[in-house]
């Protein structure tokens, strides 16, 4: 009888109590993820995992196709894939899932959508908290796990908190800007959520929407800055804005990716958002 409880209690021990995460010791999950604003959530939320991107470093991720090879190579070393389904990431998730049927995936788009530009998702800090709030609680179902579902909770609070207080401080810049400052002129569609905190938006991201009126409210200082997008070509007609009619560029990193110099000098998805508040406050509260 004492042999017999001992090898039901051998058997017990070694069967799993939860799902492919439920060890506290999880050392050997790994979890990939695609753009930056997503791989920077799931960091903050899951500390303990070895998380990478399936983008190299300052790519053009809408230009950038995965080799087979590169699926093959994802599809045999990851836990977990965490992508957005709103974008051609679907595509890449199905084919890895096809090579793979145990990985499983997380898209961060359920209940979210857009209006100008993919990026808003995470331009805009309040959309980018109901993003942040969607992979909390998918990785919380994946987990299953009393400890590690703490761990995600506690860790949440601090990134809502960070977010608040950028949504707060954009929303203050907005409201405290003079009625002729309000107007700003952008050359991207990512830029556009900045109407939704009460800015004034002019869009030039295409060329016929550059009238002789805009050119010449640059010419006679009504408008003096336009805002685009950061390590990407400007249109030969926004380049004539600034070198002939006085507009100042300002540059928006929009964060697909980080740059090798960005990773190398700690700079994050706070760090820059907040530069990014910096410039707009400077251009329109001075």
Request: proline share 2%.
């Amino acid at each position: 009888m004492k042999k017999l409880l001992y090898i039901l209690l051998l058997v017990f021990m070694t069967i799993p109590l939860g799902g492919c995460f439920e060890n506290t010791n999880t050392k050997g999950t790994k979890i990939t993820t695609t753009v930056y604003p997503i791989e920077y959530i799931v960091n903050n939320l899951y500390t303990k995992q070895e998380i990478t991107s399936i983008y190299p470093n300052g790519i053009d991720t809408n230009n950038y196709k995965l080799t087979n090879k590169q699926i093959d190579e994802i599809s045999k070393s990851t836990n977990l894939f965490i992508y957005n389904g709103l974008t051609e990431e679907k595509e890449i998730a199905r084919k890895i899932t096809n090579k793979n049927k145990k990985i499983q995936i997380i898209d961060v788009s359920y209940g979210l959508k857009y209006t100008n530009s993919i990026e808003e998702l995470w331009l805009s800090p309040s959309n980018y908290l109901m993003l942040c709030n969607t992979i909390k609680n998918d990785l919380i179902e994946i987990t299953n796990n009393k400890y590690l579902t703490n761990e995600i909770n506690e860790n949440y609070k601090k990134i809502e908190e960070d977010l608040s207080i950028l949504d707060a401080n954009l929303k203050a810049i907005a409201d405290n800007t003079e009625a002729s400052k309000k107007t700003l002129v952008i050359a991207d569609n990512a830029f556009g959520f900045l109407q939704d905190y009460g800015f004034n938006i002019i869009n030039i991201s295409d060329k016929n929407n550059i009238t002789n009126s805009i050119k010449e409210k640059f010419k006679n200082g009504t408008y003096n800055t336009i805002y685009v997008r950061a390590n990407s070509p400007v249109m030969d007609e926004v380049k004539d804005l600034a070198d002939n009619y006085k507009a100042k560029l300002i540059e928006v990193e929009t964060m697909n990716t980080l740059t090798e110099e960005e990773r190398n000098n700690k700079e994050n998805y706070i760090t820059i958002m907040n530069k990014f508040l910096t410039d707009l406050s400077n251009n329109t509260l001075n």
